[in-house]
């Protein structure tokens, strides 16, 4: 495997740089930053400050101006910080630029979600989809690495008199993904056969934006211990537990979680392990209410889930949770200046556009374990509407159940 190109496990001082264009206002530039600031910290790395220019599009040499360059510059040499963090994709003409004028590390948004991936990967299959990514992110920027990232292939005949060490590299690359993406899909007729064979059981995976608590509902749900923390992409690899409500046994998947600007090599590497989204009957879309973009977050993650899956038509529910850390502050009564997300309260959310999904709806914080029997009981019904369609001879049993309770 590639030896780690991007960060280290030790904690770094790194200051973070984004822009704010026409596509893009300050506001949701501010945000991004925030996000990539927890991104860091997942990483390791503790953010000391963020720059933002206004531009219309990235300078082609330096992503930023050359004012702002001398900015960030002075900084970091005042500052002994070693790191700068780009939110957005940088060519190789720009990494070795800057590189060049700030004499720090330089990362972009994909290499430090490909860092943290790599740090999460624990099973054989996410590790080979992580080292994947980590390939096809680096074959176009191949000409500014000086060094081999593999032993040079042997065998007689196999390199031309005129072959620069680029090509010999890309070549070792091209092979390495080729080699990967056949050891993934023998992998993934492997996971197919095991799919297989655990029936026709109901199938509910749990989907959503990354840190929004799926890994905690999956515990308290399936009662297993999923690895679960505040930090972004804590959970890489599928994991699925048989759970029992009542006297109904069905399958709980927990699934990658995603985010935005989630580059489209990094969504194809993990397609694999979101094969039990394509295979579950009911998708449970977790969302943290608590977060001021969950709008937004639920729209990426639907797009992505229709990109990837093309799951938009499967039956689901919409799971609000981290209710508990919901908070919002009411406007003055002589204040006429538009309501924003930050003057709405839960009850009013729940009046706006919710209220027409209310059957699909339910509100949870799940550490503190509020309307998890309300999530249980919508989970059953559910469940058990498409068991009694495929086993239609069980249908009596739920009945006997119901009138006992």
Known sequence: MIDHILTEQTTEKAVLVGLITPQQNEAKSNEYLDELAFLADTAGAVTVKKFLQRCDNPNPRTFVGKGKLEEIK?????????????DDDLTTKQISNVENELKVKILDRTSLILDIFAKRAQTANAKMQVELAQYQYLLPRLTRMWTHLERQRGGIGMRGPGETQIETDRRIILDKIALLKERLKDLDKQKTIQRK????????????YTNVGKSTIMNL??????????KLFATLDTTV????????????????GFIRKLPTHLVDSFKSTLDEVRDADILVHVVD?????????????????QEVCGSGDKDSILVFNKIDAF????????????????NVSLDELKAS??????????????KNKINIEELKE????????IHTARFPYNDFLFQKYDEEE
């Not at 537990?241 to 990658?256: G, H, S």
């Open 353 to 366: 556009w919710m209220a027409k999904a209310n059957n699909s709806c339910i509100f949870i914080s799940a």
């Open 327 to 342: 908070s919002y502050t009411p406007k003055d009564d002589d204040d006429l200046t538009p309501k924003t997300r930050e």
């Open 378 to 385: 919508r989970l059953y019904q559910k469940a058990k509407e």
């Open 197 to 208: 064979n655990r029936g026709k059981l109901t199938r509910i995976a749990l989907v959503g």
């Open 74 to 86: 002075q900084y970091v040499e005042e500052n002994e910080i070693g790191l700068a963090i780009f």
């Open 241 to 256: 537990r048989k759970v029992i409500i009542d006297n109904l046994p069905f399958l709980l998947t927990d699934t990658v």
């Open 221 to 230: 749900l399936s009662k297993s211990e999923v690895f679960a923390e505040n």
């Open 289 to 305: 209410i608590s977060h001021p973009q969950f709008e937004e977050q639920i729209e990426v993650v639907n797009k992505t889930l």
